[in-house]
């Protein structure tokens, strides 16, 4: 292996990162290092994050820079402010002993004014995103036609984020003798057009294998339902009590909700998405790097560029839309040559999304188990007492406070303080899980095996509700797009109060719900009062023999289980034998008030659905 020296990196360029720590370059400043710093060398570096890349394009583009010239001669694009920051910040340090170089980032979110002035005072490298130097550049305040280097780094995500046509316009006004290099995680279809049409005979490096994440990375994926995802999410955390991660939700509003959530019960946590102001985000990463807070909870455009070596855990909250996004998720963690976890939350539907992230890594997932509430506090208890071993005394400060404290506590024996000195940390964890229903993994339909077991035959319409809870019915469910989160979303936005959530059970036009025993009549009233899409929302106790729906107007206008919806004006159906059937009746005649023939009859008093699909209807239909 070469040194840094070796590569023909300059004195002080040397001198700087070597008080930084560096010693000896990795995989990937060996490959590109020298290659840069000739002439005429196009670059392809397929890298995953965390494998040294900043130094790779940073180290040569500075050694090149004439620093009597005052006008741009290298520019870095990259997807996101945050990591813009992040490069402009290294560049400076790598620079530290090259006297008047000057290093601008450009990013929105900022005084374009302030960074006009700079731009007019002199430059020498520019670290861009692309939609603010596009901005610069058609208020004629920036001209590229001096440049000589062109990096573009994680150009996948910058294409992935729109910036196709930013980056057209911003090559088309660089000279065409410049040196471009092109860092990417994967090679997409994308970036190979950009690399035909802009690059000129480019050097395909690859460090490791194309698509790859880090080789330091265990992947583990724990298979929830749906309604469990956020329990799942606390026992994990609860589980690892070192924690020191990110989890990654895909839009700003999980973000922001899951986030909210963690903070309300006691977690080391903060969000950190496009909505937040750019003094925002500076405070929420800054806090996060001095480890203020223990978890960060963001998307994925967010959390670009986080500069953050020691993350023990990754968690995906759901897995990304784009597979190949998983791998930037994961090269969070285990950097710098140490281990970490990347954990996924997924349901049975995402299954075959997790093959085809298996495909990407190379790797399988490993099939987490659930920790139990004994296990997690057991770790709980571990850690306690771990905390207690690690804490410095100091003799001097405490020694005239001491006579007092042994009195205090004189009464008690040496095993009742340590007692109580656990359970003041640990009694929280004990007092959560010990009547908490355990998560249990999905079967092959989707559900786990208690809900199959109370699942009967009639879709969950005879099932009671659990102790201290009341079974409601809801007038909407899954032919109106009313799902759980519908409902969540909809006693969120009417009910003042938290109100806390059992069983949901969805039906094709209503639904079930449980609220503890003491909100049911809050939860009733703020819900009829509301409204879904301009239909009236209907809320009332179900059926107390069974749990099943009401019977009269409450149960969705009088309609039976199944039955399609009555049209404007048309007289409630009622849910009783026909005294007789007639020939048209039994020639499968129907109107649209309900059924007519009898097995569809017998099937409602058997508390079974008519068959109301097409098929179905298509069975009904009169002989001619």
């Not at 790779?56 to 050694?63: N, S, T």
């Not at 909100?519 to 819900?527: D, N, R």
Request: net charge positive; charged share 30%; proline share 4%.
């Amino acid at each position: 292996m070469k040194n840094f020296e070796e590569l023909g990196v300059s004195p002080e360029i040397l001198k700087a990162i070597k008080e930084m720590g560096y010693e000896n370059p990795m995989p990937v400043q060996e490959e590109v290092i020298p290659y840069l710093l000739g002439e005429g060398n196009d670059v392809v570096a397929l890298a995953q994050t965390g494998t040294g890349k900043t130094a790779a394009f940073g180290l040569p583009i500075i050694q090149k820079i004439n620093v009597k010239k005052r006008i741009p001669q290298s520019l870095v694009l990259c997807p996101t402010r945050e990591l813009c920051l992040q490069i402009a910040g290294d560049l400076n340090d790598y620079s530290k002993y090259i006297d008047g170089l000057k290093v601008l980032p450009v990013y929105g979110g900022s005084s374009i004014e302030s960074q006009i002035r700079s731009l007019k005072n002199g430059v020498h490298i520019i670290v861009a995103t692309p939609g603010r130097l596009l901005d610069l550049m058609q208020r004629k305040t920036v001209s590229l036609s001096t440049i000589t280097n062109v990096i573009m780094d994680e150009a996948d995500e910058m294409l992935n984020m729109g910036f196709t046509e930013s980056i057209n316009a911003i090559l088309a006004d660089v000279p065409e003798d410049r040196n471009t290099l092109l860092f990417s995680a994967t090679m997409s279809p994308e970036i190979a057009r950009i690399s035909k049409n802009y690059l000129r005979n480019a050097k395909e490096i690859t460090i490791g294998r194309k698509n790859e994440s880090t080789n330091n990375v265990k992947h583990v994926a724990y298979m929830v339902q749906a309604k469990d995802k956020f329990a799942a999410l606390k026992r994990i955390a609860d589980f690892y009590p070192q924690i020191y991660g990110i989890i990654f939700c895909r839009t700003r509003k999980e973000t922001q909700e899951i986030a909210d959530k963690l903070m309300q019960e006691g977690y080391s946590a903060d969000s950190l998405h496009g909505e937040l102001s750019q003094a925002q985000r500076d405070a929420v990463m800054q806090k996060f790097r001095i480890r203020n807070i223990q978890i960060l909870v963001a998307t994925d455009v967010a959390a670009r560029g986080l500069d953050v070596d020691d993350l023990t855990h990754v968690i995906n909250y759901g897995l990304p839309d784009d597979t190949e996004s998983y791998t930037h998720r994961s090269g969070r963690t285990g950097r710098a040559g140490k281990t970490g976890t990347s954990i996924a939350i997924v349901n049975m539907r995402e299954k075959g999304k997790l093959r085809e992230i298996e495909r990407i890594i190379g790797k399988k997932f490993i099939i987490g188990t659930m920790p139990t509430g004994k296990e997690i506090c057991e770790k709980q208890l571990i850690k306690v007492i771990d905390d207690i071993e690690k804490v410095k005394v100091n003799e001097e400060e405490i020694e005239d406070f001491m006579p007092s404290i042994y009195r205090k506590l004189e009464w008690l024996s040496k095993e009742d303080v340590i007692k109580r000195m656990v359970s003041m940390e640990f009694n929280r964890f004990l007092e959560y899980y010990r009547d908490r229903q355990e998560i249990e993994a999905p079967s092959a339909d989707g559900r786990g095996e208690r809900e199959r077991r109370d699942r009967s035959d009639d879709g969950g319409r005879g099932r009671k509700a659990e102790a201290g809870y009341t079974r409601l019915f809801i007038n909407m469910g899954k032919m109106d797009n009313f799902f759980a989160s519908q409902l969540i979303e909809l006693i969120n936005k009417n009910v003042s109060k938290r109100v806390q959530i059992g069983r949901i059970d969805l039906m094709k036009n209503f639904s079930f719900f449980e609220v503890e025993n003491e909100q049911t009549q809050t939860v009733i009233e703020s819900l009829n009062r509301s409204s879904v899409g301009g239909r009236k929302v209907s809320v009332e106790v179900a059926g107390e023999e069974s749990g099943s729906a009401p019977r009269g107007e409450g149960r969705g206008e009088g309609r039976k289980y199944g039955a399609p919806r009555r049209s404007e004006g048309a007289k409630p159906f009622r849910a009783s034998r026909p005294k007789s059937t007639t020939s048209r009746e039994e020639r499968g005649y129907e109107t649209a008030r309900g059924p007519k023939k009898k097995e569809d009859w017998q099937n409602l008093l058997n508390g079974k659905e008519p068959d109301f699909s097409e098929e179905g209807w298509a069975r009904r239909k009169p002989k001619k």
